[in-house]
C-alpha cells in the first residue's frame, strides 16, 4: 500500500524542498496534505502544491501514514508528540529540538506509540557523501586521522534569529548536519567538544560564526565550521565540505560543488548550480519505504539527539573556553 | 651585495635560484655540512662551495649571510653573523624556541635593521592583495578566517622534518607562514586551540587543525598538512560583513604547460612553474633594499618571534587539548 503523507508547518523553508519532492515520489507515496499553526502560511503552501489544507492538525493524522515535522526547532516536542498520539509516523526536521530534555520526551514518546520517529539528515543521501563512505570503509586510504567539515550558508531571517525558538543561531542550525556525518561514516561518537563563536555577520545577537573542534570516540579528531559566513552576493546558498585524512589518503567531499556558473547579464550577478540526484528525494523515498515495510530507514531520533547534544556542548564551551562533554552528565 | 648562503637545502637552492634573477645580488659561497650539496648549488651560482660557515666568512667577503639551515642550528649561525657585523637573512621559523629567538633579537638589538626573517607569504602577490583589501576596509569587519596549507613530505637534512625537536612538525614550521600573516592582517592573537596527528599516527605524516581567537574577537581555522599525497596548495578564506574573499592556489593557473611522457608534476612547497617574478624574489630583494638603504624591512625580528610564540602555544594546545592563552 502507497502510504498517504502530510507536512506539518512550513516554519522551515525545507518543507518547500520536501513537498516538491513528496509531489515527484507521487509512485510512491500520496501527499495528502498540510497542516500549519500559521494558517494562511499553511493555505499558501496547499495551494501551491495542491494539497488540502487541515485546520485541525489531527484530522491530518486521521488520513495519514505519516508526516514530515517542520516547524520551528522549540516546537518539534509539541508537534511531534501530537503526531505520534495521532498515529502517523513522523520524520521531524533537524535540529531534533532545541533541549535534550525535549528530546528525550519525543524518543519516549514514539516508542510509547510504537511509531516511527527518524531525523531529516539529507546530506547522507549526496552521492559524494554515500561514495565518501564507501571508500572509508574500504580502507583504501587507511585509518581515519581527522576531519575538516565545512557547513556554511547565509544568515537566515524571522525565527531562525530568535533564540527562544531556534535554540541558538549558526551552531544550532548548521552543527548537526557535519556532527551527524562524522558519527555515520566513522562509526563512532563524539566525545568531546571544544568552540569558538561569535557574532559578526548579521544584525542580530545571535552567533552566526564558530569554529568547533571535536575529539571523537575512536581517536580522530574533526572540526566543524557551522558560520552563516555567505553574504548576500554569494553565488549559491552554502556549502557542505568535508577534507578527511587517513593514514595512507585524502577523501575530498564537496558536496555541493557547482557543475555550472551562471553569469547573468541582467543581474550582473553569478551564480553557481550544482547538478545531481535529489538528496530529499532519496530521503524521503527511504524514509516512506521504512514506513512501508515496517523497518526503520535513515537518521534516527537517537542520532538527532546525539547531533544536538554536540551543538549544546560547544555552546558550553564556548562561553568556558574549555573543551566539554558531548554528554553533559558524563565523567 | 656579497651573499653567503649557508645551507643548501631545499630552501636554500630556492633562495640561490631567485639570486640568480636579482642583478645586485652577487652569491660569493655557498656552505652546507654536505659538501656535495655545496659543491653543486656553488656551480650553478659560479661561487666557491664551503664546508661551514665559518670556513666561508673566512674564506669570501660577504655582507649578508643568508641562513638556510634546519631550525635548530639558526641560533649558532645567526648569534655568530651578528657578531661579525653581518646582515642576516633567516629562514622562517625565526628559531625552534622562544629562548632561541629572544637571545637572536638580543644580538641584533643594537642594528635590528640587519635581521630579515623569511616570512615570504607577505610576499605572495595574492596574499599581498587581501592584506591591502582588509586594510582598505573593503571586507568590513572580519569574522570567519579560514586558512589551508598542505605540502608533501619534504626529506631534509637527516630527516629533521619529520623529528618533532628539529622541526615542530607542520604545526611550527608550516603553519608560521599563516600564523604570521593572520597577525600581520588580524592583529594580536588571544587564544589558541589545536588538534594534531602526533601521539596517534605517526610517520612521515602530520595534519593539524587550529583554531585562533584574536583580540579583535576575529576566528580564524588553519589547516595544516604534511604528507600530503598531492603538490603543495595553500587556500585562503576572509569571511567580513561587507565581503568574502577568497584565494585558492589549485584554481589559480595562469599557466600550464602539458609535456607527453613527461615524468608528472612532483609535489614540494612551492609551485614548479611560477608565473612571472617569484616571491621569493620579491623577498630577497626586498631584504636587500633595505640593507642598501637602511629602510625597515617588512617583517621585523619582534613580528617572527611573535609568529613563532603562535606556533609554540599551538604545538602546546596539540599536546594537552587545552587552550592556551597567549594575553
Not at chain 1, 87 to 100: D, F, N, R, Y
Not at chain 2, 71 to 88: D, M
Not at chain 2, 219 to 236: K, L, R, T
Not at chain 2, 288 to 308: K, Y
Request: glycine content about 10%.
Amino acid at each position: 500500500m502507497k502510504p498517504r503523507a502530510g507536512i506539518v508547518s512550513f516554519a522551515h523553508l525545507h518543507a518547500h524542498d520536501y513537498a516538491s519532492a513528496l509531489g515527484d515520489l507521487s509512485g510512491l507515496a500520496e501527499f495528502v496534505g498540510i497542516t500549519d499553526d500559521n494558517p494562511s502560511r499553511g493555505r499558501e503552501a496547499a495551494e501551491r502544491y495542491r494539497v488540502r489544507f487541515f485546520e485541525d492538525a489531527k484530522k491530518l493524522f486521521e488520513e495519514t501514514e505519516a508526516v514530515i515535522v517542520c516547524s520551528e526547532n522549540s516546537k518539534h516536542l509539541r508537534d511531534v508528540s501530537a503526531a505520534l498520539e495521532g498515529g502517523v509516523h513522523v520524520l521531524c526536521e533537524k535540529p531534533i529540538a532545541t533541549t535534550t530534555d525535549d528530546a528525550r520526551a519525543m524518543i519516549e514518546a514514539s516508542r510509547r506509540a510504537n511509531l516511527q520517529l527518524r531525523i531529516a539528515f539529507p546530506v547522507r543521501y549526496t552521492p559524494a557523501v554515500r561514495q565518501a563512505k564507501q571508500v572509508i570503509e574500504s580502507g583504501e586510504i587507511g585509518r581515519i586521522i581527522a576531519v575538516n567539515g565545512t557547513n556554511h550558508g547565509k544568515i537566515p531571517g524571522g525565527w531562525f534569529l530568535e533564540p527562544e525558538a531556534s535554540g541558538g543561531g549558526a551552531v544550532m542550525d548548521h552543527t548537526v548536519h557535519v556532527a551527524d556525518l562524522l558519527r555515520w561514516m566513522l562509526g563512532t561518537e563524539v566525545q568531546s567538544v571544544y568552540a569558538e563563536i561569535g557574532t559578526f555577520f548579521g544584525d542580530g545577537e545571535i552567533d552566526d560564526g564558530a569554529i568547533l573542534t571535536l575529539e571523537l570516540e575512536n581517536g580522530t579528531f574533526s572540526t566543524i565550521d557551522p558560520s552563516w559566513s555567505r553574504g548576500a552576493g554569494y553565488p549559491t546558498w552554502g556549502d557542505l565540505t568535508l577534507q578527511i585524512v587517513g593514514t595512507r589518503g585524502v577523501i575530498s567531499v564537496d558536496a555541493f560543488a557547482p557543475s555550472l556558473t551562471v553569469f547573468n547579464h541582467d543581474t550582473s550577478s553569478t551564480e553557481f548550480l550544482s547538478t545531481g540526484e535529489d538528496m530529499n528525494r532519496l530521503m524521503l523515498e527511504d524514509f516512506l519505504s521504512g514506513v512501508r515495510k515496517g523497518a526503520p530507514a535513515g537518521a534516527s531520533a537517537e542520532d538527532g539527539l546525539r547531533t544536538l547534544e554536540v551543538a549544546l556542548a560547544a555552546y558550553r564551551s564556548g562561553r568556558d573556553h574549555e573543551p566539554k562533554h558531548a554528554r553533559k552528565n558524563s565523567a | 651585495m656579497k651573499i653567503g648562503l649557508v645551507g643548501a637545502g631545499f630552501i636554500g637552492c630556492v633562495h640561490l635560484d631567485a639570486y640568480t634573477k636579482i642583478p645586485e645580488a652577487q652569491v660569493v659561497g655557498v656552505a652546507d655540512v654536505r659538501f656535495e650539496n655545496a659543491v653543486a648549488a656553488a656551480e650553478t651560482s659560479g661561487s666557491t662551495a664551503y664546508r661551514s660557515y665559518e670556513e666561508l666568512v673566512a674564506g669570501e667577503d660577504v655582507d649578508v649571510v643568508d641562513i638556510c639551515l634546519p631550525t635548530i642550528f639558526h641560533r649558532e649561525v645567526a648569534l655568530k653573523a651578528a657578531r661579525e657585523g653581518k646582515y642576516v637573512i633567516l629562514e622562517k621559523p625565526i628559531a625552534r624556541s622562544l629562548e632561541d629567538a629572544e637571545v637572536i633579537l638580543e644580538a641584533f638589538s643594537d642594528n635590528p635593521e640587519r635581521l630579515f626573517v623569511g616570512h615570504v607569504v607577505r610576499f605572495f602577490p595574492e596574499y599581498a592583495r587581501l592584506k591591502n583589501l582588509i586594510d582598505e576596509g573593503a571586507l568590513g569587519e572580519v569574522g570567519v578566517i579560514r586558512t589551508s596549507r598542505k605540502s608533501p613530505f619534504l626529506s631534509g637534512w637527516n630527516d629533521w622534518y619529520a623529528d618533532w625537536r628539529s622541526s615542530g612538525g607542520p604545526i611550527v614550521d608550516l603553519l608560521i607562514h599563516d600564523f604570521d600573516f593572520l597577525r600581520w592582517s588580524f592583529g594580536e592573537v588571544e587564544r589558541v586551540y589545536a588538534r594534531n596527528a602526533l601521539g596517534r599516527q605517526y610517520g612521515r605524516l602530520d595534519y593539524a587543525l587550529v583554531t585562533l581567537r584574536f583580540a579583535s574577537g576575529a576566528i580564524a581555522h588553519v589547516e595544516g598538512h604534511w604528507g600530503y599525497p598531492a603538490p603543495f596548495c595553500y587556500a585562503v578564506e576572509v569571511a567580513g560583513s561587507r565581503a568574502l574573499v577568497t584565494i585558492d592556489s589549485t584554481r589559480y593557473s595562469p599557466l600550464m604547460v602539458l609535456v607527453a611522457d613527461g615524468d608528472g608534476e612532483d609535489g614540494s612547497e612551492s609551485p614548479e612553474r611560477q608565473v612571472g617574478k617569484s616571491p621569493y624574489q620579491s623577498e630577497l630583494e626586498h631584504f636587500l633594499a633595505c640593507a642598501r638603504t637602511g629602510q625597515e624591512p617588512a617583517v621585523s625580528g619582534e613580528d617572527a618571534c611573535e609568529a613563532l610564540r603562535i606556533g609554540l602555544a599551538a604545538a602546546q594546545s596539540a599536546a594537552s587539548g587545552k587552550p592556551v592563552n597567549l594575553r
